[in-house]
Each structure stands twice: as structure tokens, then as C-alpha cells.
């Protein structure tokens, strides 16, 4: 019993477009590689209220027998879906021809307003960054770039781009020599077209190449069809940095909270602004692999760690070295570790008596002999404790709360945004300079995001607040430049916004 299926294209193209042109180039390239191959056709509606649509089946394997085949696509079937304006791939999308676990979407990004957007009272347009979300969260993977300007680039047609693309996706058997030359054979406008099919052929390379290039740096434990999957469907540009997140974590708490790294981080994906989510797949990664006693044991003992030295002390390969760690952990340091309400109540207790600033273990480990590797060692197997740490719970409820701030700042304004999650760079490290860092964040929190969400700011005014309160919290982390810059600008802002401040 075989398991072959066919490889299922669907196109969705408007009148003008080529779409029974591009048909045609694939129909024949098929043909000349010798796979059995049909097509069929739906005409669409005038007035932009539905494109033409066309059905390719090619069967993957040579035969000499002819395989049955279907006349009309089916929801969850497609292989390929193709849309020659955004909008279009849309509507595949909402008619279920798009699915995650098989579809390749290649669509351009241009617009062309159908009569319901153009005839509205208001803005009628559709949301295109619901598009884009929609496209990213449907797809198994996309191929998605302007493709009716780069066809006007190559002094081209957009069918031309469409094929290329599709042609470089490597989604069918079928080599580009197969396409150019079913280009040539039609003998219609052939320069225009292979200059138009190069260009789609090197851009969908590329963005393939990219998106593998990404996966393959992932380590064996991320390579898991479940994160490996869901990396290749965030945008190319969050990719890189997903990735590294990715490896991070798992080397820092395991799968599971690398899983919830990218569960976070499809939240501000969907918000629909790339460059806010690349730099929320960065900082995330990093707030994420908070600094405690047990990463700190982590970092020391990574080999990597060792050869720098090596090579920064020029040690020969038979010179004997020491590596001596001061270590002085206090009360909170120590208390981090244990379960949330035991480590408050003994936190409370070293306060009131005033011994948090005064009891510290001080200690000298030499990290490259046996008896303070195993120390370390030690601390480092404590990874599967960190859960139910103290420090733990504070640190995913502070990052939540983070997260909560960009998503409600976004809807105000992204570049807002932006600078919120720029605000992670304050928080860094683990003991007095961790507690500076947050404690200058929490002001900031308190006195510009906050009001800003409320309402009683401007977001472009907080905009530039932050940027100035970020910069005086960074030079001076005593937190007294910050405190300056925060008094002068709630100043400046009671005079010309004198409900601000209320």
C-alpha cells in the first residue's frame, strides 16, 4: 500500500494578475520533469469581491500509470497556497486553506482596497498587522514580501515574482531550470520575466536559507518538533534572537521554561510590530535568566569560561593554574533559595534587626580544584529547585508585570512601548546591583509609565521621558542622577500639563 499523496498548490489571483499564466509555467515545468501534474480553475467575482482561484495537484513520483487526482481543493489539504495581494491570502486563510502543520503561504504584501474599503465612511481598511499575525500563526511557514514592487523593480510582471518565490521555497521537486525554461518555451515577453523570476527565486532562497540557518544553530534538546516549529513560524527577524533565547534557557532552567519563554513571547508577536518583539525576544531571554547563586555556580563552571582565561593569562598547555572566586553572599542571597514564605519571614526578620547589610559568608573557591568545583557543583545541581525558590516566584511575577506594561503601552503607541521593554537594561546582576537596577526601575514605573497608561502623560512625552530617566539610571546607578532627572521633568510637566501630576 503506498503513502505517496499529491502535492496540492492552490493560487489565488485577481483579474490582470497572470494567474492562469503562472498555472501554466508550473504545469508545464512539471510536465517537463516528467511528474504527472493537473490543474483546474474557479472563475471569481468582479468589483474585488473574490479572485480566480487555481488548483494544481502534481503527483511527486514518476510513473508511468496516471494517478487519480482531485478537481477542487479541500480545507487542511494545501501544500502551497499562493495570493497575489494580502488580502487575498486572508481570505484562504479564513476559508481554512492555510494550516500550520503543511502549508507554505507566498503572498505579496501590497494592498489593492476592495469596494468595501474604499466605500466605508471612515478608514474601511483591513488591519494589516491582523494579517500578518494571522498569516505567521496559520502558516507553516511564509515566504511574504512586496511582491508587486519588486516585480515593477525588475521592469517585470508580479506572476513572474510569484513563480520565483515559489521556485525558491524548494517546497516542490522541481528544479528552476524547469521554470526559466517554461519560461522561454512560452516566448512572451521572456527577458521581463526571468528578470522578475530571479528576483522571486533569490528572495525565497534567502528567507528559507535564513529560517534554516536559525534552526540549525538550536541545540538537540530545542530541536524538538514542538519549539523547532514554533520558532520557523515567528517573524524572520524575531528568529535569530528566539533562537539564542531558546538555547539560553535551556541550558539555564530546561525545555519546559524555554516553552514558556516562546509562550511569552507570542504575546507581544501578535501585537503585530516586529521590532517590538525582537527586542522583547532579547530582553525576555535575559530577564529570564535572572542571576542568582545557582547561575552564578552555572557560569563558573562552564568550560568556555576556562579556555578564556587560558587564553587571556597565556597559560601553556602544561602550566598549572589556580582560578580563586571571592564569593559573598548575604542574607537575601541566601534566603533567595528558599521557599517564598519561609525566605520573607527570615528577610523580614534580618530587617528589623538590622542585619541584612551586616551578615555576609565570605568565601574563596578555587574553582579549577576539586574541592571548589564540587562546591559549585553543588549549587549549580540546585537548578531543579530554583521552581520553588523565593527568588524565582519574584522574578517571573516582576517579568509578568513587565510584559503587562508593554502590551498595555502598545495599544496607546509602539514606540512607547519600545522603550519599555528598552527599561529591562536597568535590571542586571545579583545582590546590591540587582537591587539598584530594580528599585530605579520601579520609579520609573511609578512616575512615568504608570501616569503615562493612566492616561495623564502623553505616551510621546513619556516616550523621551524614559530615554532621559534610562540614560541618568544607567550613568549613576546610586539612582541619585535619576532622581534629579524625575523631579525636573514632573516640574516641566506640572506647567504644561497641570492635571498630570494629579
Known amino acids: 500500500m503506498t503513502t505517496t499523496r499529491p502535492l496540492c498548490i492552490l493560487i489565488a489571483a485577481m483579474g490582470g494578475e497572470g494567474g492562469g499564466v503562472l498555472t501554466g509555467w508550473i504545469v508545464d515545468a512539471a510536465e517537463r520533469a516528467g511528474y504527472p501534474v493537473q490543474s483546474t480553475s474557479i472563475p471569481g467575482v468582479a468589483q474585488r469581491t473574490g479572485a480566480t482561484t487555481y488548483y494544481i495537484e502534481i503527483w511527486p513520483e514518476k510513473t508511468t500509470q496516471r494517478p487519480v487526482m482531485c478537481l477542487n481543493p479541500m480545507p487542511g489539504q494545501v501544500d502551497v497556497m499562493i495570493a497575489s495581494e494580502f488580502v487575498e491570502a486572508g481570505r484562504a486563510i479564513a476559508n481554512g486553506y492555510v494550516s500550520p502543520d503543511r502549508t507554505l503561504l507566498i503572498a505579496s504584501t501590497h ?101 534554516a540557518a536559525v534552526l540549525s544553530t538550536l541545540p538537540p534538546a530545542a530541536a524538538v518538533p514542538s519549539l523547532a516549529d514554533r520558532i520557523a513560524r515567528l517573524p524572520l527577524a524575531v528568529q535569530k534572537f528566539a533562537a539564542e533565547g531558546i538555547k539560553r534557557l535551556i541550558d539555564y532552567q530546561g525545555v519546559d521554561y524555554a516553552r514558556l519563554y516562546l509562550d511569552r513571547l507570542d504575546t507581544i508577536v501578535k501585537l503585530g510590530d516586529e521590532a517590538l518583539a525582537n527586542e522583547t525576544a532579547r530582553h525576555l531571554a535575559l530577564r529570564m535568566s535572572f542571576e542568582d547563586v545557582i547561575r552564578v555556580a552555572q557560569l563558573k563552571l562552564k568550560p568556555e569560561r576556562f579556555s578564556a582565561i587560558e587564553r587571556e593569562q597565556r597559560v601553556r598547555p602544561d602550566q598549572p593554574y589556580t582560578v580563586a572566586d571571592f564569593m559573598k553572599p548575604g542574607v537575601e542571597e541566601i534566603a533567595s533559595l528558599l521557599p517564598p514564605m519561609l525566605a520573607q519571614r527570615i528577610i523580614a526578620l534580618c530587617d528589623r534587626r538590622g542585619w541584612t547589610e551586616k551578615l555576609h559568608v565570605g568565601m574563596t573557591v578555587q574553582s579549577n580544584r576539586i574541592g571548589g568545583y564540587l562546591k559549585l557543583r553543588a549549587l549549580a545541581g540546585l537548578r531543579g529547585w530554583r521552581p520553588r525558590s523565593f527568588r524565582y516566584a519574584e522574578e517571573q511575577q516582576r517579568i509578568e508585570d513587565w510584559l503587562d506594561l508593554i502590551r498595555r503601552a502598545a495599544a496607546l503607541d509602539t514606540a512607547f512601548a519600545r522603550e519599555i521593554v528598552d527599561c529591562a537594561r536597568l535590571i542586571k546582576g545579583y545582590g546590591d546591583t540587582f537591587k539598584r537596577g530594580a528599585g530605579n526601575f520601579e520609579r520609573i514605573r511609578a512616575r512615568i509609565i504608570l501616569p503615562a497608561l493612566d492616561g495623564r502623560i502623553p505616551p510621546a512625552q513619556a516616550s523621551d521621558a524614559l530615554v532621559q530617566a534610562r540614560t541618568a539610571a544607567l550613568a549613576d546607578p546610586d539612582g541619585q542622577s535619576l532622581g534629579n532627572m524625575l523631579g525636573e521633568f514632573e516640574a516641566s510637566l506640572r506647567q504644561s500639563l497641570p492635571h498630570a501630576a494629579e
Open 111 to 211: 494592498r489593492i482596497f476592495a469596494v468595501a474599503e474604499k466605500s466605508a465612511m471612515a478608514d474601511g481598511r483591513y488591519d494589516v498587522t491582523k494579517l500578518f499575525r494571522a498569516a505567521k500563526d496559520h502558516a507553516r511557514q511564509t515566504v511574504l514580501f512586496d511582491m508587486d514592487q519588486a516585480a515593477k523593480d525588475a521592469g517585470s510582471i508580479l506572476n513572474a515574482v510569484l513563480l520565483g518565490a515559489l521556485a525558491g521555497s524548494g517546497a516542490l521537486p522541481l528544479p528552476a531550470q524547469a521554470f526559466e525554461d517554461g519560461i522561454r518555451a512560452e516566448g512572451k515577453a521572456v527577458e521581463s520575466n526571468l528578470a522578475g523570476f530571479r528576483f522571486g527565486l533569490s528572495h525565497g532562497e534567502g528567507e528559507i536559507a535564513a529560517r
